[in-house]
T-cell receptor, first 114, second 112 residues
Framework: DTAVSQTPKYLVTQMGNDKSIKCEQN?????MYWYKQDSKKFLKIMFS???????INETVPNRFSPKSPDKAHLNLHINSLELGDSAVYFC?????????????FGSGTRLTVV | GQSLEQPSEVTAVEGAIVQINCTYQ??????LSWYQQHDGGAPTFLSY????GLEETGRFSSFLSRSDSYGYLLLQELQMKDSASYFC?????????????FGKGTTLSVSS
C-alpha cells in the first residue's frame, strides 16, 4: 500500500500548456503539502492544506492552483507552463499541522517543460 | 524569516563516522528534523529533536543545542547505501499555517 501516491511520475510538456498533478494519501493525515525541488535539490514549500482548507500559500505564481476535494487528496494544476517550472514536485502529508516530524512524501513528479 | 545552513558536500569511506552540521535562524523554534533523500527518490524522515541532547536511532543519531541554534546528524558505520542527500528542517513560523522549511541539503558520498 502506497502511503502518498502521486501521478504522473514523469510529465513532459510544451511551454504554454496546462497540466495537473494528482496526489492521494491513505494515512489519515489532516495536512497535505506541495513542495518544489529544483535542479540544485532545494526543497521549497508551495502550498499547505489542512482538512481541505488552504493554510499556506507561499510566493508562487498564480498560474499554480492547488485543489483539495477532500482531506485525502491534494491536486496541483499549472496553467501556461514556463521553462522555469521544470522541477520535481513532491506532495507530502503529516498527521499534525503543528509538528516538525513525520512528513511522508510521495515519490515525486518530474516535470519537464520544453 | 527562517534560514538553515549545512555543508553542501561530505565524503567518507565505508565503516567511517560522519557528522553533518546544521545551523539555523528562526523567529520561533519548534524542533529540528532530518530527512534523507536518495537520488531519484523521495525525502524520508530520519529524526527529530525538540529538546537539547542526543537522540539515537540505530546507526544514526541527531543532536540539538538550542542555545547555539545548532544541530547535527551523526552517521556511524557508514555503508554505501548511506550515499544520499541529507536535509535539516525547521518549522516555519509567522504564517497562518506551518510547514517545514528545509536546508539546501548535504550530499554524502560513501566510497569503498
Amino acid at each position: 500500500d502506497t502511503a502518498v501516491s502521486q501521478t504522473p511520475k514523469y510529465l513532459v510538456t510544451q511551454m504554454g500548456n496546462d497540466k495537473s498533478i494528482k496526489c492521494e494519501q491513505n494515512l489519515g493525515h489532516d495536512t497535505m503539502y506541495w513542495y518544489k525541488q529544483d535542479s540544485k535539490k532545494f526543497l521549497k514549500i508551495m502550498f499547505s492544506y489542512n482538512n481541505k482548507e488552504l493554510i499556506i500559500n507561499e510566493t508562487v505564481p498564480n498560474r499554480f492552483s492547488p485543489k483539495s476535494p477532500d482531506k485525502a487528496h491534494l491536486n496541483l494544476h499549472i496553467n501556461s507552463l514556463e521553462l522555469g517550472d521544470s522541477a520535481v514536485y513532491f506532495c507530502a502529508s503529516s498527521l499534525y499541522r503543528d509538528k516538525n516530524y513525520g512528513y511522508t512524501f510521495g515519490s515525486g513528479t518530474r516535470l519537464t517543460v520544453v | 524569516g527562517q534560514s538553515l545552513e549545512q555543508p553542501s558536500e561530505v565524503t567518507a569511506v565505508e565503516g567511517a563516522i560522519v557528522q553533518i552540521n546544521c545551523t539555523y535562524q528562526t523567529s520561533g523554534f519548534y524542533g529540528l528534523s532530518w530527512y534523507q533523500q536518495h537520488d531519484g527518490g523521495a525525502p524520508t524522515f530520519l529524526s527529530y529533536n525538540a529538546l537539547d541532547g542526543l537522540e539515537e536511532t540505530g546507526r544514526f543519531s541527531s543532536f540539538l543545542s538550542r542555545s547555539d541554534s545548532y544541530g547535527y546528524l551523526l552517521l556511524q558505520e557508514l555503508q554505501m547505501k548511506d550515499s544520499a542527500s541529507y536535509f535539516c528542517a525547521v518549522r516555519d513560523q509567522g504564517q497562518a499555517g506551518t510547514a517545514l522549511i528545509f536546508g539546501k541539503g548535504t550530499t554524502l558520498s560513501v566510497s569503498s
